[in-house]
């Protein structure tokens, strides 16, 4: 399951779509919106998405991920829109035999998600904005 | 070639609105990219810069033809 959305993510729904009888471990990340960002306080995040290319390039990730871990399921649902303080930005779930991979494999995800993904996110703090990650 | 592109996150406050035209003298998307970076110099402060063409990442030497999908991706910033 890959999932863009700008309702509340389900993460019940996320783990059940990764669950299969043939697993022995389920790896679940979930990110979430922190009240602080060094001394600024967040009020908000805003997330934008180039919605068919982000689908296809999480596509890529997952294909490059079942190439190097036995992966059983992955499920992986992205918010995107206007988010509060604690909400979950995104949850990834990843089921395999063993533990081990199930971890390895998650943390692959979601470390190449920040990095190809075409999500944005702007940062809505007291007294002013920024677009995340931007500016060297 | 007459190019449109769509344009996200802090490349579209600089470049002031979701899709622009751009005017260049050639096809490929190194030319598109100094093109915009002479007409929006402010592009040239972001961390990165990349250019996708029908929804994948674009090399340099990638052509170009008019009825291209072509996409301004700033730094991305997801999870």
């Known amino acids: ?136 | 070639m007459k190019l449109k592109i769509k344009t996200f996150g802090i490349a579209r406050d600089i470049m002031g609105g979701k899709e622009v035209e751009i005017e260049i003298g050639g096809n490929t998307v190194s030319l598109l990219r100094s093109s915009l970076l002479k007409k929006y110099p402010e592009l040239e402060n972001l961390r990165s810069l990349f250019i996708a063409v029908n929804q994948n990442y674009s090399e340099d030497t990638t052509q170009l033809v008019e009825s291209d999908e072509i996409a301004l991706i700033p730094p991305v910033s997801g999870g």
């Open chain 1, 1 to 136: 399951m890959i999932e863009i959305t700008t309702n509340p993510i389900d993460r019940n729904k996320v783990i059940i779509a990764a669950e299969t009888s043939e697993a022995g471990a389920m790896n679940a990340f979930i990110g979430t919106v922190r009240s602080k960002t060094s001394e600024k306080k967040v009020i908000q995040l805003e997330y934008e998405c180039y919605e068919p290319m982000a689908i296809k390039e999480i596509e890529k990730i997952i294909n490059v991920a079942n190439s190097r871990w036995p992966i059983l399921k992955v499920a992986i649902s992205h918010r995107i829109g206007t988010l509060k303080i604690g909400e979950d930005a995104v949850v990834v779930a990843v089921s395999t035999a063993h533990r081990k991979e199930s971890f390895e494999a998650c943390q692959f995800i979601i470390d190449s998600l920040k990095q190809t993904v075409p999500i944005w996110k702007k940062e809505i703090y007291e007294g002013g904005e920024e677009w995340i990650s931007a500016h060297p």
